[in-house]
């Protein structure tokens, strides 16, 4: 079964500074989403990375897809406090929309 | 344009009720996928239905049942409930498959 790893957990940043969650994942795929979810509320999509080296960004957020290394970061630049939130990442196998989510990344932005 | 919608958006039931979800997806979408969430468990993949066909199915106990409607709308059953069903059930539509995923608000079911 694909497992599908976050890291960290919990993030707690000063507004301004960069950080980056990592998201690695255990069986080869060449698709990967990103999801942010506010407490209460549902998911929303932020990217979707299609192919190895694929690289998006919208505004703070930007992500990248390693497929050799099975890695995808999601790098926050001059955090706000808006974007606090939980982000998950996921992995299709390529046989429908089964989608393995990470654990989970709770991002805490303090003033 | 309409996102997913799903209702109930909370329910409480108790140990041995059932209980049906439905969801509408968004016009012109074809698949609608369920997941649970649970604080423990995460994100888990429940079904994905596809023109009226299950195409996929997690692990999860017979309990759990879905299906699709010729208009796409869909719904999930879950018979005999457990405590442990306590969950954020959450629909997602998309157009294809594998595709970017839609989620909707969700329906969180409490089992007393």
């Known amino acids: 079964e694909l497992k599908v790893e976050q890291n960290p957990l919990f993030l707690s940043m000063q507004e301004g500074k960069n950080y980056t969650i990592y998201c690695n994942y255990s069986t080869t795929s060449d698709r990967l989403y990103w999801y942010r979810q506010d407490p209460g509320k549902s998911l929303e999509s932020l990217f979707v990375?299609?192919?190895?080296?694929a690289v998006k960004q919208e505004g703070r957020l930007m992500a990248s897809l390693d497929t050799k290394a099975r890695l995808s970061t999601l790098h926050i630049t001059a955090a706000v406090h808006d974007l606090s939130a939980t982000y998950f990442c996921?992995?299709?196998?390529?046989?429908?929309?089964?989608?393995?989510f990470g654990t989970g990344t709770s991002l805490t932005v303090i003033p | 344009k309409a996102g997913v919608t799903q209702t109930p958006r909370y329910l409480i039931k108790t140990r041995g009720q059932q209980v049906t979800l439905s969801c509408s997806p968004i016009s012109g979408h074809r698949s609608v996928s369920w997941y649970q969430q649970t604080p423990g468990q995460g994100l888990q993949f429940l079904f994905e239905y596809f023109s009226e066909t299950q195409r996929n199915k997690g692990n999860f106990p017979g309990r759990f049942s879905g299906r699709q409607f010729s208009n796409s709308r869909s719904e999930m059953n879950v018979s005999t409930l457990e405590l442990g069903d306590s969950a954020l059930y959450l629909c997602a539509s998309s157009r294809g498959s594998p595709e970017e995923l839609f989620f909707g608000e969700g329906s969180r079911l409490t089992v007393l």
């Open positions: 996921a992995v299709d196998m390529g046989t429908g929309n089964q989608f393995y």
């Open positions: 990375l299609l192919s190895n080296g």
